[in-house]
C-alpha cells in the first residue's frame, strides 16, 4: 500500500495497523471498565494476529 508522500506498508504492517485499530474500537464498544477494557484490547489483537498469521500460513501452498 502506497500512500502519496512516501508511506509504504507492507502486508504484515498492514495488518497489525488493521489488527490494532480494531482491537481498539471492539475493545471502546463493549467493555465497560478500564483494566477490562485492556484485557479485551490484548486478547482481541492477539486473536487477530495469530488467525491472521494462521490464514496466511494455510494459504502459502497454494501461491505456489
Known amino acids: 500500500m502506497n500512500f502519496g508522500m512516501g508511506f509504504k ?6 495488518m497489525l495497523l488493521f ?6 474500537a471492539f ?8 483494566i477490562d477494557r485492556a484485557k479485551y ?6 486473536l487477530f494476529l495469530l488467525i491472521g498469521v ?3 500460513w494455510a494459504m502459502y501452498p497454494f501461491s505456489r
Open 9 to 14: 506498508l507492507s502486508h504484515l504492517q498492514s
Open 19 to 24: 489488527a490494532l485499530l480494531i482491537s481498539i
Open 27 to 34: 475493545g471502546f464498544l463493549s467493555r465497560r471498565r478500564p
Open 41 to 46: 484490547i490484548v486478547w482481541s489483537l492477539f
Open 54 to 56: 494462521g490464514i496466511g
